[in-house]
């Protein structure tokens, strides 16, 4: 199982309305392309001293690295732009691609 994580630093003013955009709009869009069976959404509990803002964790799961890649290729560039067009930096995010071991 391959996990693709997305941690976002959402502005407190608009942690509300991103999070219901992001399970309303951006989510389903992402799992419509078919690249990923399942996801979660996290809210970190623990904060830096000098956060000020609040953070979620997005993972989508898929079966396959080449899954992985067909997302990145032909629908990513996409959806980030879409979420950068709402959002500019006022949510910033840092993803990574993680492999099950165990």
Not at 3 to 21: D, F, G, I, P, Q
Not at 32 to 44: A, D, H, I, N, R
Not at 58 to 87: A, H, M, V
Request: glycine residues 4%.
């Amino acid at each position: 199982m391959i996990l693709y994580n997305v941690t976002c630093n959402v502005e407190k003013s608009m942690a509300k309305e991103w999070l219901e955009w992001m399970l309303q709009s951006h989510i389903p869009e992402v799992m419509e392309t078919g690249c990923f069976q399942s996801y979660k959404v996290f809210k970190l509990l623990t904060q830096a001293d000098d956060d000020e803002g609040v953070n979620y964790v997005i993972q989508y799961t898929t079966n396959s690295i080449d899954e992985y890649e067909r997302y990145q290729k032909d629908f990513g560039p996409l959806l980030r732009q879409k979420t950068l067009e709402r959002y500019g930096e006022s949510v910033l995010a840092f993803r990574s691609l993680l492999k099950e071991v165990v």
